[in-house]
């Protein structure tokens, strides 16, 4: 089974960076697409970001495009999120998600697509 481990979270201050891995032991993620979720206190879970297992496709959320990306590194079974001019409203928990049965050139920021899913890292922006 697909596990999941989010990493590099912290507190950061407004116009920071941060950057996030979601790394997979056992599993290869080279046939996954990896999708960045996140669910701030009191709101529901957001898509933010995702990426197709090829590679070749990212969707976005207009909340965060041009200051996220993100990148897979399959040499090190890693996919991560750089977040960069940061503001108090990304204050959220963050969960990286797998879906498998995606075509490999499909990135969606639909959760209900999503097999897998990590235990999430925090992420505070605030002076």
């Known amino acids: 089974q697909l596990q999941l481990v989010e990493s590099g979270g912290g507190l950061v201050q407004p116009g920071g960076s941060l950057r996030l891995s979601c790394a997979a032991s056992?599993?290869?993620?080279?046939?996954?697409?990896i999708g960045w979720f996140r669910q701030a206190p009191g709101k529901e879970r957001e898509g933010v970001i995702c990426?197709?297992?090829?590679?070749?496709?990212?969707n976005y959320a207009d909340s965060v495009k041009g200051r996220f990306t993100i990148s897979r590194d399959n040499a090190h079974n890693t996919v991560y999120l750089q977040m960069n001019s940061l503001k108090p409203e990304d204050t959220a928990v963050y969960y990286c998600?797998?879906?498998?049965?995606?075509?490999?050139?499909?990135?969606?920021?639909?959760?209900?697509?999503?097999?897998?899913w990590g235990q999430g890292t925090q992420v505070t922006v605030s002076s």
């Open positions: 998600a797998a879906a498998a049965a995606l075509p490999k050139n499909t990135a969606t920021l639909d959760a209900l697509s999503f097999d897998s």
């Open positions: 056992s599993v290869t993620l080279d046939f996954y697409a």
């Open positions: 990426i197709s297992s090829s590679g070749a496709s990212t």
